[in-house]
């Protein structure tokens, strides 16, 4: 990831849209395809349209959350919560 536009989205207010868009960088299209996400105290729950990709999310979990982390800051997303 550009250093550039992790300064840059660091910087701007922590909105949907915000959020939205640090995903679909996170995890790429296809799986940004499959996917909706919803940021609610520092607690990101996403839902997968089956359990493939349910399941590839599970997998990709932790560099899911170190390109968030790296996009959002630190304290953003605390927990990736995907329901059972």
Known sequence: MPRALEAVL???PLTRDK???AWR????????RATTVDLRD???YVSAKDPAWHQEIERSMPLIEKRL?????DHAV???????
């Open 10 to 12: 660091r910087r701007m």
């Open 19 to 21: 959020v939205a868009f």
């Open 25 to 32: 960088i996170a995890v790429g299209p296809a799986v940004d």
């Open 42 to 44: 520092s607690v990101l």
């Open 69 to 73: 982390t790296s996009l959002l800051g």
């Open 78 to 84: 605390r927990k990736i919560q995907l329901p059972e």
